[in-house]
C-alpha cells in the first residue's frame, strides 16, 4: 500500500468519524427540540409568552464561555445557537397559536 493509500485511509476514518459526530449533534438537537415542544405545551398551559430574553441572554452568555473554552470562535457558536432560539420559538409559537397556514 503506497503513501497515498495511507493517506487516503486515514481521511476516510475522520470523516466517518466526523459522520458519527453528526449524527450525535443530529440526535441531540431532536431531544432538544422535543424539551422546546414540552415548554410550549406548558407555556400555553399558563398563558407564558414565548420569547424570554433574559433566559436567552443567560444560556448565550453561558454558551460564550464554555465555547471559549473549548477553543470555539464565539461567533460561530452565537450563530449556530441563535438559529436554534429561533427553530424553538418557531416550534412553541405554533404550539401555543396553532400552525402557521399562511404561505
Known amino acids: 500500500m503506497g503513501t497515498m493509500e495511507l493517506e487516503e485511509d486515514k481521511i476516510k476514518k475522520i470523516r466517518r ?3 458519527r459526530v453528526d449524527t450525535v449533534i443530529i440526535t441531540a438537537l ?4 422535543s424539551l422546546v415542544e414540552d415548554i410550549g405545551r406548558y407555556k400555553k398551559k399558563h398563558d407564558i409568552p414565548v420569547f424570554d430574553e433574559e433566559r436567552e441572554i443567560q444560556i ?5 464561555k464554555i465555547s471559549k473554552a473549548q477553543g470555539l470562535d464565539e461567533e460561530f457558536v452565537e450563530e ?3 438559529s436554534i432560539f429561533n427553530e424553538a420559538k418557531r416550534i412553541q409559537n405554533e404550539i401555543i397559536n396553532g400552525p402557521n397556514t399562511a404561505e
Open 17 to 19: 468519524h466526523i459522520d
Open 30 to 33: 431532536a431531544e432538544r427540540m
Open 60 to 64: 448565550m452568555n453561558a454558551l460564550k
Open 80 to 82: 449556530v445557537f441563535l
